[in-house]
């Protein structure tokens, strides 16, 4: 990632209000940048913020600034994204992430993709799963050949 990359992802994490994470990426953040303030980088953006971390097993978060949702976490966010300046960001979090596009709580995708074919893991969209519909608001390709692409997502498509 080029320096202009790396600025483009630091300042998609100084946007939101708060930060929403899945335990794993949770647990890596907190042990990674949970530690890392007065960087006047990325440490800064998501440890200075609001996190609201969403799992049925952790009851006491050692990040500083960590709320827990469990429960009707669906409600849960509704309530978060109602108040003003609710805008949340999701990172990382792959199964959080299908799971809010499922019940109809993503506005916004930013994808940042890379050049490269990996051959294992988790697919980020589900499948099965819904379709929706996403309009492009941005996108910008950087000279590594990273594209970043942002979509507005709009419900479920209409097919001709």
């Known amino acids: 990632m080029t320096d202009a990359g790396a600025a483009y992802i630091l300042e998609a994490w100084r946007r939101p209000d708060a930060f929403l994470l899945g335990r794993r990426t949770y647990d890596l953040f907190a042990s990674h940048w949970g530690s890392r303030t007065g960087d006047r980088g990325f440490g800064d953006a998501i440890s200075d913020k609001p996190k609201y971390l969403v799992s ?67 697919p980020f969209f589900p499948v099965p799963g819904h379709d929706h519909a996403l309009e492009l608001e941005s996108q910008r ?20």
């Not at 390709?141 to 709009?154: I, K, L, Q, S």
């Open 56 to 122: 049925n097993t952790v009851t006491e978060p050692r990040w500083a600034g960590t709320t827990v949702l469990s429960g009707d976490v669906a409600a849960a966010i509704r309530e978060l994204k109602a108040r003003p300046g609710g805008e949340l960001l999701v990172v990382g979090s792959v199964a959080l992430a299908r799971w809010l596009l499922e019940q109809d709580l993503v506005d916004r995708i930013d994808l940042v993709q890379f050049p490269v074919l990996v051959g294992e893991g988790r």
């Open 141 to 160: 390709v950087f000279d590594t050949g990273v594209v970043a692409h942002t979509y507005r997502v709009g419900g479920r498509p209409e097919y001709a």
